[in-house]
């Protein structure tokens, strides 16, 4: 309907060198341009970096989205929590005056802020609820345990079906629609709801034009972007820092540290010296603080290759927004970590990236010599899935109901 107000729940978003920040700027520019009303509410933290949006992004939820390091949580604590994310939501409801014309789109979930929503719709009743697209960005977990890794996977498993199955029964099938962003997760969403499970488009930005690519004689690659986060492999990556510069002195170097990114905190001497590494080598270049969505799409489209240098046992089951990010680029290679998400990924779709083993310098060494010498252009294989998740996010979103 195109008088409907589009509200988007996302905890999750809590800086805006995210996927998150990526998704709600692009969903705004969108909306703008069509002259469609979206708002997006999203973590409290975010106050701390919030740029000018107009009022269309607000910090609003104090309850986290991330708990206990992506482990299960104990069930009282899970409740209580759930207990908070409801009376939060029943404040967003009042503060909007959210009704059945209304669109409501959960960005981010746990089982815990599934269960929230339940209950708020479930007080609501079925008639004067808003229509609810849920986005599964995270693991549904398994109804198999194979081993003892599988256990927690389980965990989630049994905890999603439980909150999933009672938020699916809060509203008529005709105003709910469950949505995911790859093969993987559809199949482990389906097997938790009766409902059928979407692939929703992964891109937020489509492919601009590279302006002088082509004409350079050294390659660039980017070995790391976004939020500072430990599992994002960040220790190997700052070790081995000088290590590739010296290997690779006709490759040029460039990293991103925000240092408006929480995760800073543990990196105290961080900045410092990769100040120091700009100034020793002219291979490499380190770039700071926030990038506006203007800077963030002009540095990936000033490189052939970036680095996923994920932790297996974190990113297993983990997806990753810098991967579509150079999904949706025709001369931009991945060179990521075995054993995650981001490697059976580029296997299904039939991707050239390059893969070396976590925490080990001589596999990534090999891998990004293969890359360089390499040539400079992305194997394109439309499959009807790949062309699902590259069309644009925010036009799918604006297009439902």
């Known amino acids: 309907m195109a008088d409907s107000r589009y509200f988007v729940i996302d905890p999750g978003f809590e800086d805006f060198d995210s996927h998150h920040g990526v998704v709600a700027e692009a969903l705004l520019q969108y909306s703008h341009s069509r002259g469609r009303p979206v708002t997006v509410l999203a973590s409290q933290k975010l106050a701390t970096s919030l740029k000018d949006v107009e009022g269309k992004i607000i910090p609003f939820f104090a309850t986290p989205c991330y708990t206990n390091n992506l482990e299960p949580l104990p069930a009282a604590k899970e409740n209580q929590l759930a207990e908070d994310f409801q009376r939060e939501l029943s404040h967003f409801f009042l503060k909007f005056n959210i009704n059945e014309d209304d669109v409501v789109v959960l960005h981010t979930g746990f089982s815990h802020l599934f269960l929230g929503l339940a209950k708020v719709l479930n007080n609501i009743g079925k008639q004067h609820a808003p229509r609810l697209i849920v986005c599964g960005m995270f693991d549904p977990g398994s109804m198999l345990i194979d081993s003892i890794d599988e256990i927690s996977r389980f965990s989630w498993f049994i905890k999603n079906r439980l909150s999933l199955t009672y938020l699916e029964n809060t509203l008529p099938s005709e105003k709910i629609m469950f949505a995911t962003s790859c093969n993987e997760y ?161 296997s299904s779709l039939g991707e050239r990236a390059y893969f070396f083993d976590y925490g080990d310098i001589d596999s990534m060494i090999r891998a990004i010599s293969e890359w360089e010498y390499s040539e400079n252009v992305v194997e394109v294989n439309p499959t009807a899935y790949k062309e699902i998740i590259c069309k644009s996010f925010s036009e799918w979103v604006l297009s439902q109901f």
């Open 186 to 346: 559809k199949f482990g969403y389906q097997a938790l709801l009766n409902s059928p499970v979407f692939i929703h488009p992964a891109i937020n930005y489509q492919p601009t034009k590279r302006v002088g690519v082509g004409h350079k004689d050294k390659k660039a690659l980017l070995l790391f972007v976004g939020s500072v986060k430990k599992d994002k492999g960040i220790d190997f990556i700052f070790r081995n820092l000088e290590c590739l510069f010296k290997e690779f002195p006709n490759v040029d170097f460039v990293l991103h540290w925000n240092t408006n990114s929480p995760g800073v905190r543990g990196y105290k001497d961080a900045e410092s010296k990769l100040n120091s590494l700009s100034h020793q080598f002219n291979n490499f270049e380190a770039l700071f603080g926030t990038l506006s969505t203007k800077r963030y799409e002009l540095l990936f489209d000033s490189v052939q290759g970036v680095v996923a240098s994920y932790v297996p046992s974190s990113y297993r089951h983990k997806t990753s927004g810098i991967f579509w990010d150079v999904l949706r680029r025709t001369d931009c290679n991945l060179l990521c970590s075995n054993g995650t998400w981001l490697e059976r990924e580029s």
